[in-house]
């Protein structure tokens, strides 16, 4: 007897129909904080359809198109969720959607870059908007050997540039991956 499209699935179904090996799956969940199965008592993993499509997506990628696991967490990052779904899903017109519409968002993004800078807040650091960056001056970031004025935040600008904000944003994922392995040791 078959199940439902929309029914859940557990593991041993979801390694089988991907001709993957159980244990990839469940390092795949450790690698990619989307794939969330809903877990029930004893440990078993129920897997929803959406949960399906994106691990079809993370293999296709991983296996037929070469990407590493950093690869496709890029990806996923850049992209969303719904990108690999509908790659693992076949949806080639939905891919192209979401690929034009993330182009848009960073030509518009490009756009606000290269306005003119709003006038920094007045008053001390207290009055900083959260997550807005403070520099002081003469301190250097990650280019160590060069000068302050080659360094990630411009003079003038109070922005990272993107390549330093996804170092820093990778930078963020090893730390709370490591933080999560330290808590399950704990």
């Known amino acids: 007897m078959d199940k439902s499209p ?3 699935r557990t593991i041993s179904e979801v390694a089988e129909q991907l001709d993957l090996p159980q244990h990839v799956l469940r390092f795949w969940e450790t690698r990619f904080a ?3 199965p809903l877990k029930r008592g004893g440990g078993r993993r129920y897997y929803r359809p959406q949960d399906v499509d994106l691990i079809k997506g993370i293999r296709h990628m991983l296996y037929d198109q070469g990407y590493t696991i950093k690869g ?3 990806l996923l990052r850049d992209n969303g969720v719904q990108f690999l779904v509908a790659i693992g899903a076949g949806d080639l017109a939905a ?4 690929a034009q519409r993330r ?4 030509e518009a993004e490009e756009a606000l870059d290269h306005a003119p800078a709003a006038a920094p807040p ?5 009055e900083m908007l959260v997550g807005q960056p403070r520099v002081r001056p003469g301190r250097r970031f990650f280019n160590l050997g060069k ?3 080659a360094g990630p935040v411009q003079p003038g600008e109070g922005r990272l540039s993107r390549d330093n904000r996804a170092l820093l944003q990778e930078a963020l994922f ?9 808590d399950q040791v704990r």
């Open 6 to 8: 929309d029914a859940f």
């Open 34 to 36: 989307q794939i969330k």
């Open 72 to 74: 496709v967490q890029k």
């Open 95 to 98: 891919v192209e959607a979401i």
């Open 103 to 106: 182009q848009a968002e960073l």
């Open 122 to 126: 007045r008053g001390g650091d207290d």
């Open 147 to 149: 000068p302050e004025e």
């Open 174 to 182: 090893d730390l709370l991956e490591c933080k999560r392995l330290l």
